[in-house]
């Protein structure tokens, strides 16, 4: 019997285990999705059946560099204590090392890319969660190739940052690369801002400049203004340079006679709405389950 990408995908859903497993497992039964799950939890392969709905949003951001390549990882965990564990740091670091060495940047290539034990990082993820008893997931991947220098920095493993930088020396490159790190530029000049962001920036300086009932051409020059400071607020070479601000990243990189190519900056966490737990409330719960038990 032949099988398909869409009865892999909803047996993965079902039983939380790798692609991979999921499809023996369907050939092995025949098509049968019933047979293939619960042979998947005789195997220990859906242990992560139940955490496929969690939400993984701590972890840990690894960067893994080679000459002119660098990659950042995001994996992510349940919690913050299991993204200390030395199994899950260990398997993250691993992780970016395979990924550099594959050149895949698709997490949903993960599959094809081996570990050193010959599993694929899919399977590996399965396995990790089925131990530590949370969800694990790789999130997202970025990679940077340039013919300058790379510069890496990572903060606490929660926040890591890759450059591209033309020019200029190591040093520079990595201070660049711990400013975006702290900074949060949303690009590098003000020729990279998207125009909907700007648009929206425009419309409400506008608005609110309006409401001060000054005139049109005072209003205008209000708007200018505001712009103006919001653009150098976002832009890495118009913020103030982390390490010394009283000169701006732009002339920084200037005085070097270099140039920034590229960045890519990742925060464990950002964009994923985490749950919010009243502990009292999950207490009294499980003791209210108890008692029915």
Same mark, same amino acid.
């Given at each position: ?5 869409? =009865? ?9 285990? !790798?692609?991979?497993?999921?499809? #023996? ?5 025949? !098509? ?6 619960? #042979?998947?939890?005789?195997? !220990? ?13 701590? @972890?840990?951001?690894? &960067? ?11 994996? #992510? ?22 990924? /550099? ?12 890319? #081996? ?12 396995? /990790? ?18 013919? @300058? ?6 903060? @606490? ?20 690369? =711990? ?49 103006? %400071?919001?653009?150098?607020? &976002?832009?890495? /070479? ?22 920034? %190519? ?8 950002? !964009? ?11 207490? =009294? ?9």
């Amino acid at each position: 019997m032949s099988i398909s990408a869409s =009865m892999v995908k909803e047996l993965r859903e079902r039983t939380g285990a !790798g692609m991979m497993d999921c499809k #023996n497992a369907l050939v092995e039964a025949n !098509g049968d999705a019933d047979v293939a799950a619960e #042979n998947l939890r005789k195997a !220990g392969q859906a242990k992560a059946d139940k955490r496929s709905s969690r939400i993984a949003a701590e @972890g840990r951001v690894v &960067i893994e560099a080679d000459g002119n390549r660098a990659v950042v990882v995001e994996i #992510n965990s349940e919690t913050d204590f299991v993204a200390k564990d030395e199994n899950f740091v260990e398997f993250t670091e691993t992780v970016a090392a395979a990924v /550099l060495n594959s050149g895949v940047t698709d997490v949903s290539s993960l599959a094809d890319v #081996n570990l050193a034990d010959g599993r694929n990082i899919e399977a590996a993820c399965t396995d /990790l969660a089925a131990k530590l008893g949370e969800k694990i997931s790789v999130r997202r991947i970025a990679e940077i190739t340039c013919d @300058g220098l790379i510069g890496a920095y990572t903060h @606490g493993a929660r926040i890591g940052a890759i450059v591209a930088v033309d020019g200029g020396d190591e040093v520079l490159a990595r201070d660049i690369a =711990m400013h975006v790190a702290a900074s949060n530029p949303t690009c590098i000049d003000e020729a990279g801002v998207p125009a909907d962001v700007l648009e929206r920036e425009y419309r409400i300086l506008t608005e609110q400049a309006e409401s001060s009932g000054k005139p049109a051409e005072i209003v205008e020059k209000m708007v200018t203004g505001r712009i103006a %400071k919001f653009l150098k607020e &976002i832009t890495l /070479l118009g913020q103030p340079f982390v390490k010394d601000p009283d000169i701006t990243v732009g002339k920084l990189v200037k005085s070097a006679d270099a140039s920034v %190519k590229a960045f890519v900056r990742f925060e464990v966490g950002e !964009g994923i709405e985490k749950k919010q737990e009243n502990f009292a409330d999950e207490v =009294m719960k499980k003791i209210e389950d108890a008692k029915k038990g």
